[in-house]
């Protein structure tokens, strides 16, 4: 093979595989612009993310004043009143879809104050489920997060509240009985209210 069958070799390798043709440092220098661009493809993911944990964030908040202009605002919280009639398991579970929980008292003053708001918004006469129950273990009321109830407001006066045993171990709030509490079949379909905390 002469010379110049050797140059035409070598010149059609060169130009099949254009990565032979670059230079050392033009190979750093495009592994380097490749370690940039995944950084920063990287940065931009996490701020991607991080925008749409805070976008997720205002939706909340929004939905929870949503709430708030159609309910009440008590002590911190947000109350929102649905007079439709269910057992405490759908009442629960419709409050829980909503991102909040059944509504549970903690003090004297919340307890007026959210028996005034079930008063005007679903009726005067009206049971309603609080979000405590004994169900686990009979006579140890609990929220809804499995915490021991400190604030109580049973009917102590004249039926002596709680007085179901095991057949009556979900609570209601009753109106008629000015806002006292009453045990109750988890079974029977009362009104309810959800109540949202405020962050």
Not at 40 to 65: G, P, R, S, W
Not at 141 to 163: A, H
Request: with cysteine; glycine share 8%.
């Amino acid at each position: 093979m002469d010379f110049r069958g050797a140059c035409l070799i070598l010149c059609l390798l060169l130009l099949a595989n254009p990565t032979l043709q670059q230079s050392p440092t033009k190979k750093k220098r495009k592994e380097r612009k490749d370690t940039v661009n995944s950084t920063v493809i990287e940065e931009m993911k996490t701020q991607i993310e991080d925008i749409l944990v805070q976008l997720n964030l205002l939706k909340e908040q929004q939905a929870l004043q949503t709430v708030c202009l159609r309910g009440t605002k008590i002590l911190g919280k947000c109350f929102l009143a649905n007079p439709v009639k269910k057992n405490y398991h759908a009442a629960s579970e419709d409050c829980i879809a909503k991102g909040g929980s059944l509504g549970t008292p903690l003090t004297g003053d919340e307890n007026d104050r959210l028996q005034d708001y079930v008063r005007q918004s679903i009726g005067p006469e009206e049971h309603i489920w609080l979000g405590i129950n004994d169900m686990i273990t009979d006579g140890q009321w609990v929220d809804q997060s499995g915490q021991s109830v400190r604030f109580k407001n049973w009917e102590t006066d004249i039926t002596l509240q709680p007085d179901g045993g095991r057949g009556q171990n979900c609570a209601i709030m009753s109106l008629s009985a000015n806002g006292k509490w009453f045990d109750e079949n988890c079974r029977a379909e009362k009104a309810s209210v959800c109540e949202f905390n405020i962050v």
